[in-house]
Structure formats: structure tokens, C-alpha cells
């Protein structure tokens, strides 16, 4: 880690000294869960793998419980917050750490003039409500974007990472494995948060493909939409969740059986549905 005081770093006591002076109270509404725990927040810096001239977009920097621990590893850090009442708090933990704060929305905020076509890294503690609709929607529009550490509910970290023939392999599965490799790499239990969640969360590793690596021939709004009309109806045999796009007899030209259901389908063979809808 770098050469930052670590008086600096946010614990229970820091957490609930910040939010009593600057007369603020945790939002339920915008999932505000402040991670109290400095030995955590080193651990997302290994992991993340990030150091001096590496360039870090972190989303919902909230207090600055981990915009603090990511400034120590030396790499260039920006900083997006919507919430302005923590504005304040965030610019005081962050104070002359030479970290650049935006009070921004991250589904809506300037990406394109920020990031400049650069390569950076997302490390983020996510806001469990819009974690894995944000996820995916950078992921579709944003390749600079190219490694990420988030903290997601660990249900929601799940799906993402699922594989062909588990219960909870899904639409966010297959969308995620499209565009990336993920992986679950740590677990963050709820005693480190203030509040403290109802929910465990994990750490989960998302590294874009290059672009070679995406599948060729198909485009990714051409498989959402047989992902989601296959998924839609999940219980069915693909023959019928997916009948308005495809026929059996293409499905098994494809080395697909008909009667297969959604979760059986990598990705592979889902890209290989989504060829033929043109």
C-alpha cells in the first residue's frame, strides 16, 4: 500500500463521527451501507490489483471508506457520488489526497469526455438496487472500462458468475459472460457495515474481453432479446420459450435439443440461436 496515515481510514467510530457532525443519517432509498473495516479495505486494493499509474473510477464513494484506501495504492482515483448531502463528509475524509470527486449518477454521468478513451479500473461498493443493471449497462457501452472489483449483494454476485446447468444461471449470467470473465473473489460479511445490511456481500472480479474475444457474428442486443425471451419463460423447453424466433429444426441443426431449457444453454450455444434471428 501507499505511504497514507491510516488515522485516515474510516472505522465504526470515524463512520459515526462523520455522520453526526455534517447531520446525516444513512439512505435507505439509495442503499447507503458505509463499510467501517480498514483491514477490508486494503484487501480491495490487493485485489483489485491496482498501483501507482493506474487510472480507478470508483461509484458511490459515499463517506470515502474505500476512496481512501484506493488513493493509498497510488493509482489516480475519481470519485462519483449522487447523493449530495455527503458531498461535505466525502471531501473532508478525502481531504489533500489528490482524489478528483464528481457528484454524479453513474447511469447518467459523462463517461465519454471522463474517460477519454484511457483504460481504467471500477472498484466500488454498489448500491444493491441498480448493481447488476449498472454492471451490465457499462459493460455494453463503455469499453474503456476494462477491470473491475465490486462489492454486490452476494445473491446478486452469484448470478453473475453462474454457470450453464446451475438454478441460478440467468439472463445476467449469460449478458455478463458476453462481454467478460467474472469470478467471485472474496466475501464481505454485514458486521463491517454501518448500518449493518440484512444481506452478505461479495467481492466479484470482472475482466472485459479483448475485443477479438467477443463472439463474432452476433451482436449483443441480438442476443439479449432471445436470452430474455428464453429466460422469460424459464420452466418451458427451449422449442417453445424461444418459437417466435426459432424452429426445432434449426434448434437441432445448431446440435441443440429442443427439448433443452434455458439453464442448459452456454453461452455459445445462445450466441448461436441469436445468429439466426438476424
Not at 484506501?69 to 481531504?95: F, I, M, N, S
Amino acid at each position: 500500500m501507499g505511504t497514507i496515515d491510516r488515522s485516515r481510514y474510516l472505522t465504526r467510530r470515524r463512520v459515526r463521527d462523520l455522520l453526526e457532525r455534517h447531520g446525516l443519517a444513512p439512505s435507505r432509498a439509495l442503499g447507503q451501507n458505509f463499510l467501517c473495516d480498514p483491514n477490508t479495505v486494503d484487501k480491495i486494493g490487493r485485489l483489485a490489483g491496482v498501483g501507482p499509474g493506474d487510472r480507478v473510477i470508483e461509484i458511490g464513494a459515499g463517506l470515502g471508506s474505500l476512496t481512501v484506501g484506493l488513493a493509498a495504492t497510488g493509482a489516480e482515483v475519481v470519485a462519483l457520488e449522487v447523493d449530495r448531502h455527503l458531498l461535505a463528509a466525502l471531501a473532508e475524509t478525502v481531504d489533500g489526497l489528490g482524489v478528483e470527486v464528481h457528484h454524479a449518477d453513474a447511469r447518467t454521468f459523462e463517461w465519454e469526455q471522463r474517460l477519454r478513451g484511457a483504460r481504467w479500473h471500477v472498484v466500488a461498493n454498489l448500491p444493491y438496487n441498480i448493481a447488476t443493471p449498472l454492471i451490465l449497462d457499462l459493460l455494453a457501452t463503455r469499453p474503456e472500462l476494462a477491470r473491475w472489483l465490486v462489492m454486490v449483494q452476494r445473491e446478486a454476485g452469484e448470478r453473475l458468475v453462474a454457470e450453464p446447468g446451475s438454478r441460478i444461471y440467468g439472463i445476467p449470467s449469460v449478458l455478463t459472460a458476453y462481454w467478460a470473465t467474472s469470478r467471485i473473489v472474496g466475501a464481505v460479511g454485514p458486521d463491517l457495515f454501518l448500518p449493518r445490511p440484512k444481506v452478505e456481500s461479495v467481492l466479484v472480479a470482472i475482466e472485459r474481453h479483448e475485443a477479438s474475444e467477443i463472439r463474432a457474428g452476433v451482436s449483443y442486443e441480438q442476443l439479449t432479446t432471445v436470452v430474455r425471451a428464453g429466460f422469460g419463460r424459464r420452466r418451458k423447453m427451449i422449442r417453445r420459450s424461444l418459437a417466435d424466433y426459432v424452429t426445432e429444426e434449426q434448434l437441432e441443426a445448431l446440435g441443440i435439443p429442443p427439448t433443452a431449457r434455458a439453464e442448459e444453454l452456454d453461452l455459445d450455444g445462445w450466441c448461436a440461436v441469436a445468429r439466426l434471428i438476424g
